[in-house]
């Protein structure tokens, strides 16, 4: 008898649409209330400093709207769990950073989050779940483009609030609950992907359980190789945030068994 042919994870799409218009108000409502001294703040990532990191959190959910507006795609579906390698693998950052400092240049943050806002909504009210879109990774169906928009919008939210971390006078930007699952879910089917297998469970609760990594496959009662973590922990390690022995030395995750080691597994997503 063949093998089972692994079950690709379904997403509610009216629940990933609120997620990410949740996350992104979270955003909007954080950025209109940043000082110019914050703007000026450096980040994790590289040069970019607050003001380009908030423009680029603008640019996540514009690229919805480009995908809606223009012609559908002709070419195959990239497979939703394969976005994240199909990202990383990209050389997208030398677009990237340009686009994000002219996006950042042209006006008030504020201006361009409203601007953004109204059209997300507007483009989410009247695009089908399975439109198809072209992204510069390939084609996805629309629906598939919101969870993808999840890990981006909860992956920056992160990246603002380490680098908002010090001497803000308000609490941290809020995860949204079903954009923070979305986005865990992704980011461990893209490792299922990456090394399928059944030897090593990896769980993330409350969210989701994955098992992968070749070799013996348990059937019954505790699996000899055990990882577990926490959602945000999991997603700094998969994003490269985060590195796996700092992780463990700081009982952020828990791996038991010969082969819970992920660290050659990891990042997933640059």
Not at 29 to 46: I, K
Not at 153 to 179: E, F, K, M, Q, S
Not at 195 to 221: I, L, N, Y
């Amino acid at each position: 008898m063949p093998p089972a042919k692994k079950r690709t994870r379904s997403y509610d799409p009216a629940k990933t649409r609120a997620a990410v218009l949740a996350q992104f108000a979270h955003v909007r409502t954080a950025v209109d209330a940043l000082t110019p001294e914050q703007l000026a703040l450096p980040t994790r990532l590289g040069a970019w400093t607050v003001r380009e990191l908030a423009g680029h959190l603008a640019m996540a959910a514009t690229c919805v709207v480009r995908g809606a507006e223009a012609p559908a795609p002709t070419g195959p579906e990239l497979a939703l769990e394969r976005w994240p390698s199909a990202n990383r693998a990209h050389a997208q950052a030398a677009a990237i950073d340009p686009a994000t400092r002219e996006l950042v240049a042209r006006g008030p943050l504020g201006e361009l989050y409203a601007r953004t806002a109204d059209d997300l909504a507007r483009t989410l009210a009247a695009t089908p779940d399975d439109r198809p879109v072209t992204t510069r990774l390939g084609a996805l169906r629309f629906a598939d483009l919101l969870v993808t928009r999840t890990v981006e919008l909860i992956v920056h939210t992160d990246d603002l609030n380490d680098a908002l971390a010090a001497g803000r006078d308000a609490g941290p930007v809020p995860y949204d609950r079903g954009a923070l699952a979305a986005c865990t879910r992704l980011l461990l089917d893209a490792l299922a992907t990456a090394a399928p297998g059944g030897s090593v469970e990896v769980r993330v609760p409350p969210f989701a359980v994955v098992q992968c990594v070749e070799g013996p496959r348990h059937t019954r009662g505790t699996p000899p190789n055990v990882v577990e973590t926490d959602p945000l922990t999991w997603i700094r390690l998969a994003t490269g945030r985060t590195a796996w022995a700092d992780a463990v030395d700081d009982a952020q995750v828990s791996a038991s068994g010969e082969r819970a080691d992920l660290s050659a597994l990891l990042p997933l997503l640059g």
